[in-house]
Nanobody
Framework: QVQLVESGGGSVQAGGSLRLSCAAS????????MAWFRQAPGKEREGVAA???????MYADSVKGRFTISKDNAKNTLYLQMNSPKPEDTAMYYC??????????????????WGQGTQVTVSS
């Protein structure tokens, strides 16, 4: 079982920057995907970015070029660097761990382990 704890959320002005962290513990498979999802009030959960055990990344079109997902294997920590955030990026952000299918898929139903979430609020 994998345990995930997010941190780093808060309030930021549009055009600023914010870095989210997700500390992971527990037993990981040799190949795995880790991802960031978000959910705004009244909206469906949305996949933001994913990274696999080899470091390959993928992004939702809405954040491509602005957000960067990375991981530090030595620290067992996943990151999401948010540059030039927009008010529409306001949401609860969750990290998740799931299976590697030869690649990562940003579909929440495939991810079995979730953190408790960290709130990000972007003001204009």
């Amino acid at each position: 079982q994998v345990q995930l704890v997010e941190s780093g959320g808060g309030s930021v002005q549009a055009g600023g920057s914010l870095r989210l962290s997700c500390a992971a513990s527990g037993r990981f498979s040799k190949n795995y995907c880790m991802a960031w999802f978000r959910q705004a009030p009244g909206k469906e959960r949305e996949g933001v970015a994913a990274i696999d055990s080899d470091g390959s990344t993928m992004y939702a079109d809405s954040v491509k070029g602005r957000f960067t997902i990375s991981k530090d294997n030595a620290k067992n920590t996943l990151y999401l660097q948010m540059n030039s955030p927009k008010p529409e990026d306001t949401a609860m952000y969750y990290c998740a761990a799931g299976p590697w299918l030869g690649y990562c898929v940003l579909a929440g139903e495939l991810f079995r382990s979730w953190g408790q979430g960290t709130q990000v609020t972007v003001s204009s």
